[in-house]
């Protein structure tokens, strides 16, 4: 079986690579080989002493990375579940073909390409060392694999209600933030910026399963063999215990989640626009995709920022609602995408188009603003300083409008294949489609279009001129006004002319 579902996958991902596919593959295939190549630098640069630390912490990134990048859509399983309900095939045997299916795919291949700082690791420490590398690395591929797929299965057992999608984008989004801010864990142990892993981390890091490739190549190094025995043993041994798992997620069928609302009565939208504000409204309290992404943003920046309270840094405080922003624009720019079919209903209506771009944008507005300017005074009011005051002022209108006009145009250039909600599993992470990319791109975007203030502000700051950073607000309001506009009537253009071909993409 595993030899007929590999093909199949390859097949799968060379007939869907085009459009947003291939650029969200790309951009991760991009962003994966500079990782791996950082880790081979770090293993190479690292000194004697150091370098096994910092493999350890890198091998637990890959971890942490695998678990938690299914569930926020960055990857796309291709082959489900669902495709192969009527072949006769066992739990186990089910499972072990899609583990051997979701071994073909970019992640895959970068993680082995990493994982090759391993073999320089191994020969630094001593010949002998290598085979044991060679053959630690790809058993720790496959659990990695496994251990995905697990803990997707597993979510999604959870995750049947618009409560349960919110609660369980808490550890997603504190784990995400981890990485990108585990630097301030470490700072905040150690009393400074220390280069090397402090011991204590290290050996905890060793018993868990991201290290054990690490202890057997240094076990093998000083000649206890029976150490790295026992390691082999285990990847193994978690190898199968994973599938067994998986296998047993697998046999209950996973039945459609549908959130049924009550029936619409009273007020009656006057206007076309009021119409789209109010189903994108229930919309958003109803869709698990949306509420599950929302909710992860805000998450996120709320860890991100608070997390370096434990150095005693409080200037990210004024500028969560900011960064909030940010982030809610990649996490939210999936509007059309998971209306899926929807979409005709739009079309078949004569000058609809404009009312569904401005509509969504003023529900985005009236959703993400008032979250957006609560975390903004609370954090300037935390920080006690009017230092960043300037700096979150000058950058929270633009990002407010410059994001509800990238938000709908994004929608609409890159839309993603997403279920029609009627079709969906219970799991809104791996339901969203791959959002990684679409994420960098908007903070990438956003970056840009707020560069009039954001320079203002810089050059501000270095010349301690408080007229020209307080300038960036006024200049902030008036881009943010126009972008909103600009970009939305860009958005209505695509609409009107390219429905059809929208359409046919989220089919």
Not at 46 to 62: F, H, K, M, Q
Not at 199 to 209: Q, S, V
Not at 401 to 407: I, S, V
């Amino acid at each position: 079986m595993v030899g007929v579902l590999i093909p199949m996958k390859y097949q799968i991902l060379r007939h869907s690579f085009t459009g947003t596919k291939a650029a969200t593959t790309v951009s991760g295939l991009v962003t994966g080989l500079a990782a791996a190549g950082c880790t081979l630098w770090l293993t190479v640069a690292a000194g004697p002493d150091r370098a096994g630390g910092a493999l350890l912490l890198t091998t637990a990134s890959w971890l942490i990375g695998w678990v938690i990048g299914p569930m926020m859509g960055g990857t796309d399983p291709g082959l489900r579940r669902e495709h192969l309900r009527h072949v006769p095939l066992t739990d186990r045997q089910l499972a072990t073909g899609l583990l051997g299916a979701a071994l073909v795919g970019v992640g895959p291949l970068v993680t082995l390409i990493g994982g090759t700082a391993l073999v320089w690791y191994a020969l630094r420490l001593d010949l002998a060392a290598v085979p044991v590398a060679l053959v630690t690395l790809p058993l720790f591929v496959l659990l990695l694999v496994a251990l995905s797929n697990v803990v997707v299965a597993a979510v999604g057992r959870v995750l049947n209600s618009r409560l349960s999608a919110a609660l369980m984008a808490i550890p997603w989004g504190v784990l995400v933030c981890m990485a990108a801010q585990g630097w301030v864990v470490i700072v905040a142990i150690t009393g400074g910026p220390e280069t090397a892993l402090p011991p204590f981390i290290a050996d905890k890091l060793r018993y868990a399963p991201s290290g054990w490739p690490v202890v057997a190549i240094e076990a093998a190094a000083r000649g206890d063999w029976a150490l790295v025995g026992a390691v082999v043993a285990g990847l193994v041994a978690a190898i199968a215990v994973a599938v067994g798992a998986w296998a047993l997620l697998l046999r209950r069928p996973v039945s459609p989640t549908v959130i049924r609302g009550t029936r619409w009565s009273g007020w009656r939208p006057p206007t076309a626009l009021a119409a789209v504000v109010g189903k994108e409204l229930r919309t958003w309290r109803r869709d698990l995709i949306r509420i599950h992404f929302l909710a992860f943003a805000l998450v996120y920046v709320v860890t991100y920022v608070l997390l370096p309270l434990l150095i005693n840094v409080t200037d990210y405080l004024p500028m969560a609602g900011v960064f909030f922003t940010v982030f809610a624009v990649g996490c939210c720019a999936h509007l059309h995408s998971s209306d899926g079919t929807a979409l005709w209903q739009t079309l078949l209506a004569p000058g609809a188009e404009r009312a569904d771009v401005r509509g969504r944008q003023r529900a985005w507005l009236m959703l993400v603003a008032p979250v957006a300017i609560a975390l903004t005074v609370a954090g300037a009011i935390w920080h006690g300083a009017w230092d960043m005051v300037a700096w979150a002022v000058g950058l929270l209108p633009v990002v407010l409008g410059g994001g509800a006009g990238l938000l709908v145009l994004i929608s609409v250039f890159m839309p993603m294949r997403i279920a029609d909600p009627h079709k969906r599993g219970s799991n809104p992470g791996s339901d969203g489609g791959g959002l990684s990319g679409i994420v960098w791109l908007a903070l990438l975007s956003m970056t840009l279009l707020a560069s009039p203030a954001l320079a203002l502000l810089i050059v501000g700051t270095v010349r301690d001129d408080a007229v020209l950073r307080w300038l960036a607000t006024p200049v902030s309001l008036v881009l943010g006004v126009a972008l909103a506009v600009g970009l939305g009537r860009l958005a209505v253009t695509r609409l009107t002319r390219r429905g059809p071909e929208l359409l046919a993409k989220l089919g």
